[in-house]
């Protein structure tokens, strides 16, 4: 946005440094500045461009955006762009569709404009704590359709921040009564400020494009003695407007709406977000909170062109003989502390939901909680069923409230071209923390179950490994090395991925402090290729149920490093070097039905090698912290259950 004449602050926009009419080049740098939220106090945020928030990006619907993100943050982060149908190689989230930009480090982001509409970006990584800090901005993708009555456009990015009265941000307690509730940030900001105006003649009309990026709050708008004319949401148009009085946003949400406020010259108005009752701790007493204040000054009235009809053509999505997804959002009171999840389980424990091209489904999301939660797919819009009926107007949505203890069933449309591994999530970014995250796996139609490759996954240009003295850089196997796989171009869903990363990027996973050390290595790889496992009863017993097994004259097992992953049995190593020199290796299991299990061994002293994940589960992090091969960290991604 343009500095605006009337006195209301809008979003400085990045210029497009490609000269060509359907490209749009932008350079955005995550970066700490010093900001004054609190006038007079000044305070290091993490910042996109040295802004709370981050730079409009503005381009329009047919364009190719690319986005040259640099890092200068002390610590890793992506970007994820919030409602874009973006390739799944876009979708920063690190892990399942890119690696960390590690900090000092740079990523290319590049995509086609699919839809127009008002989208966001912000981290994937580390999110309650980064995007928190102030790390988020906005898209809006122009319609070049678009009509020429909408009135007067003003970018309204939301967002709430808690203050110290010097400017530091207040240490928020975290317990199990604030991530139930998820945190609030206590002061509202409208593009990072607390003071927003607009001075206006009376029936001026406006074109609120409204955006809560809050990490927990949700907002009701309302203008006193106005209602809003609604004809946009998450991407783009409403099929027809419609009239709301308290349209409600919750986090992650978008608005298009448009008002036409009237008053006395001299009086003022003001655009308020009232409370809203999202679950046990919500406070009702705080009132209406202003977003900005209306001032009305004297004026010619304002000649304002007839609204029309604001139709939208908009698909209507396929749910003819959907297969049924049942998504239910629950919370758990475990001995250990609060656990949000998934179907009873939380992220790290969770199986993909599988989805194939051209096979609808419906996704039955039952929020069985006090709380309500807002509902996000990454990638993808949906529509929402009312009865045996899709919901009027028909709208594309990426983020919608689940009220507390209601259902609500989705239909997604999936692409044909963006096969892929996404995730959902609560955008309530405590709860995602906590656990109300899951990964949707889509397919092609009866696409068999990619062999399992831990070859080609480090060699992927941007997602080479920073730091660690280990596989990437490493030589050719020798000859009687076991063969690795047949490498599959890209990444598949069903793929298991196992990697190093670097120390940085190594968060120590919470169990790993009482996991006693380890008795030695757990396995070697044989020269004829096969991988031995030193096991106990157990898991030798569960093993000898797979294929591809055969017991050893010593009585441990092996297994056929060959062997197609999707074998229950099988394994596939991963070696790692420092220069020249094999300093430890990795295995991966595939036991049974959907539970997959990695093991690290040294080739070093073993004193604390031999690692292994005790229920390892879609995206859990083992630690392989070895005094002598100094790997990092080892990951796993589970198969969807077959
Ligand atoms: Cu704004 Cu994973 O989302
Ligand atoms: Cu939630």
Same mark, same amino acid.
């Given at each position: 946005?343009?500095?605006?004449?009337?006195?209301?602050?809008?979003?400085?926009?990045?210029?497009?440094?490609?000269?060509?009419?359907?490209?749009?080049?932008?350079?955005?740098?995550?970066?700490?500045?010093?900001?004054?939220?609190?006038? $007079?106090?000044?305070?290091?945020?993490?910042?996109?461009?040295?802004? %709370?928030?981050?730079?409009?990006?503005?381009?329009?619907?047919?364009?190719?955006?690319?986005? *040259? &993100?640099? *890092?200068?943050?002390?610590?890793?982060?992506?970007?994820?762009?919030?409602?874009?149908?973006?390739?799944?190689?876009?979708?920063?989230?690190?892990?399942?569709?890119?690696?960390?930009?590690?900090?000092?480090?740079?990523?290319?982001?590049? &995509?086609?404009?699919?839809?127009?509409?008002?989208?966001?970006?912000?981290?994937?990584?580390?999110?309650?704590?980064?995007?928190? *800090?102030?790390?988020?901005?906005?898209?809006?993708?122009?319609?070049?359709?678009?009509?020429?009555?909408?009135?007067?456009?003003?970018?309204?990015?939301?967002?709430?921040?808690?203050?110290?009265? @010097?400017? =530091?941000?207040?240490?928020?307690?975290?317990?199990?009564?604030?991530?139930? &509730?998820?945190?609030?940030?206590?002061?509202?900001?409208?593009?990072?400020?607390?003071?927003?105006?607009?001075?206006?003649?009376?029936?001026?009309?406006?074109?609120?494009?409204?955006?809560?990026?809050?990490?927990?709050?949700?907002?009701?708008?309302?203008?006193?003695?106005? =209602?809003?004319?609604? %004809?946009?949401?998450?991407?783009?148009?409403?099929?027809?407007?419609?009239?709301?009085?308290?349209?409600?946003?919750?986090?992650?949400?978008?608005?298009?709406?448009?008002?036409?406020?009237?008053?006395?010259?001299?009086?003022?108005?003001?655009?308020?977000?009232?409370?809203?009752?999202?679950?046990?701790?919500?406070?009702?007493?705080?009132?209406?909170?202003?977003?900005?204040?209306?001032?009305?000054?004297?004026?010619?009235?304002?000649?304002?062109?007839?609204?029309?009809?604001? =139709?939208?053509?908009?698909?209507?999505? @396929? &749910?003819?003989?959907?297969?049924?997804?049942?998504?239910?959002?629950?919370?758990?009171?475990?001995?250990?502390?609060?656990?949000?999840?998934?179907?009873?389980?939380?992220?790290?424990?969770?199986?993909?939901?599988?989805?194939?091209?051209?096979?609808?489904?419906?996704?039955?999301?039952?929020?069985?909680?006090?709380?309500?939660?807002?509902?996000?797919?990454?990638?993808?819009?949906?529509?929402?069923?009312?009865?045996?009926?899709?919901?009027?107007?028909?709208?594309?949505?990426?983020?919608?409230? %689940?009220?507390?203890?209601?259902?609500?069933?989705?239909?997604?449309?999936?692409?044909?071209?963006?096969?892929?591994?996404?995730?959902?999530?609560?955008?309530?970014?405590?709860?995602?923390?906590?656990?109300?995250?899951?990964?949707?796996?889509?397919?092609?139609?009866?696409?068999?179950?990619?062999?399992?490759?831990?070859?080609?996954? @480090?060699?992927?240009?941007?997602?080479?490994?920073?730091?660690?003295?280990?596989?990437? $850089?490493?030589?050719?196997?020798?000859?009687?090395?076991?063969?690795?796989?047949?490498?599959?171009?890209?990444?598949?869903?069903?793929?298991?991925?196992?990697?190093?990363? =670097?120390?940085?990027?190594?968060?120590?996973?919470?169990?790993?402090?009482?996991?006693?050390?380890?008795?030695?290595?757990?396995?070697?790889?044989?020269?004829?290729?096969?991988?031995?496992?030193?096991? *106990?009863?157990?898991?030798?017993?569960?093993?000898?149920?797979?294929?591809?097994?055969?017991?050893?004259?010593?009585?441990?097992?092996?297994?056929?490093?060959?062997?197609?992953?999707?074998?229950?049995?099988?394994?596939?190593?991963?070696?790692?070097?420092?220069?020249?020199?094999?300093?430890?290796?990795?295995?991966?299991?595939?036991?049974?039905?959907?539970?997959?299990?990695?093991?690290?061994?040294?080739?070093?002293?073993?004193?604390?090698?031999?690692?292994?994940?005790?229920?390892?589960?879609?995206?859990?992090?083992?630690?392989?912290?070895?005094?002598?091969?100094?790997?990092?960290?080892?990951?796993?991604?589970?198969?969807?259950?077959?």
């Amino acid at each position: 946005m343009p500095p605006t004449d009337d006195g209301f602050i809008g979003l400085r926009e990045l210029p497009d440094d490609d000269p060509a009419p359907d490209r749009v080049e932008v350079t955005l740098r995550a970066i700490e500045t010093t900001l004054e939220l609190v006038s $007079g106090h000044p305070h290091r945020h993490q910042t996109y461009d040295g802004s %709370i928030p981050g730079p409009l990006i503005r381009a329009r619907r047919g364009d190719v955006l690319r986005v *040259n &993100f640099e *890092n200068h943050l002390s610590e890793p982060t992506t970007i994820h762009w919030h409602g874009l149908r973006v390739p799944n190689g876009m979708d920063g989230v690190p892990g399942i569709t890119q690696e960390l930009v590690a900090s000092g480090g740079t990523f290319v982001y590049e &995509f086609p404009l699919l839809d127009e509409g008002t989208f966001w970006y912000h981290p994937h990584y580390d999110t309650l704590s980064q995007l928190g *800090n102030g790390l988020y901005g906005a898209v809006l993708v122009d319609d070049p359709d678009e009509e020429a009555q909408l009135g007067a456009q003003r970018v309204l990015a939301v967002s709430d921040v808690s203050l110290n009265a @010097d400017g =530091t941000p207040q240490h928020h307690e975290e317990n199990d009564d604030t991530r139930a &509730f998820g945190r609030e940030g206590a002061t509202l900001l409208v593009n990072g400020r607390t003071d927003q105006r607009m001075q206006l003649v009376s029936g001026t009309r406006l074109r609120l494009r409204v955006m809560n990026m809050a990490r927990s709050r949700y907002l009701s708008l309302e203008l006193a003695g106005h =209602t809003f004319l609604r %004809i946009g949401t998450d991407g783009g148009r409403l099929e027809y407007p419609v009239q709301e009085s308290t349209p409600l946003l919750t986090p992650g949400d978008r608005a298009d709406l448009i008002v036409e406020p009237r008053g006395e010259p001299g009086t003022h108005i003001e655009l308020v977000t009232l409370p809203v009752d999202r679950g046990p701790g919500a406070s009702t007493a705080t009132g209406p909170e202003r977003l900005v204040r209306l001032e009305f000054i004297e004026g010619p009235a304002p000649e304002l062109l007839p609204l029309g009809p604001l =139709t939208r053509e908009r698909d209507a999505f @396929d &749910f003819e003989d959907a297969e049924e997804v049942q998504v239910s959002l629950t919370m758990d009171a475990l001995e250990h502390g609060l656990v949000m999840g998934i179907n009873g389980v939380p992220f790290t424990q969770s199986a993909p939901v599988h989805a194939e091209t051209g096979r609808p489904q419906i996704w039955n999301v039952q929020n069985e909680t006090a709380y309500a939660h807002p509902f996000h797919i990454h990638g993808f819009s949906f529509q929402v069923l009312d009865g045996d009926r899709l919901r009027s107007p028909l709208a594309y949505e990426d983020t919608i409230d %689940i009220p507390a203890r209601e259902t609500l069933r989705l239909v997604p449309r999936f692409d044909e071209d963006r096969l892929g591994l996404w995730m959902f999530h609560c955008h309530i970014l405590d709860h995602a923390e906590s656990g109300m995250m899951g990964v949707l796996a889509l397919t092609e139609p009866g696409a068999p179950v990619p062999v399992l490759d831990l070859s080609d996954h @480090d060699h992927q240009g941007e997602q080479g490994h920073h730091g660690t003295p280990s596989d990437a $850089g490493g030589p050719p196997s020798a000859p009687d090395e076991p063969d690795v796989p047949p490498a599959t171009s890209g990444r598949s869903p069903h793929e298991i991925l196992l990697e190093v990363l =670097t120390q940085e990027s190594y968060r120590e996973p919470p169990w790993l402090a009482e996991t006693p050390s380890p008795r030695g290595p757990v396995g070697v790889v044989t020269p004829h290729g096969w991988v031995r496992v030193f096991a *106990n009863d157990t898991l030798q017993q569960s093993l000898l149920a797979g294929n591809g097994t055969k017991r050893a004259d010593d009585g441990s097992l092996e297994f056929d490093s060959k062997a197609p992953a999707h074998d229950p049995g099988s394994i596939a190593v991963k070696e790692f070097y420092d220069g020249d020199e094999r300093v430890g290796r990795a295995a991966l299991l595939k036991l049974d039905g959907p539970t997959t299990a990695a093991y690290y061994y040294c080739e070093g002293p073993p004193e604390r090698c031999g690692v292994q994940t005790p229920t390892p589960a879609y995206g859990e992090m083992f630690a392989v912290s070895c005094g002598t091969c100094h790997a990092g960290f080892v990951y796993t991604v589970n198969y969807p259950a077959q």
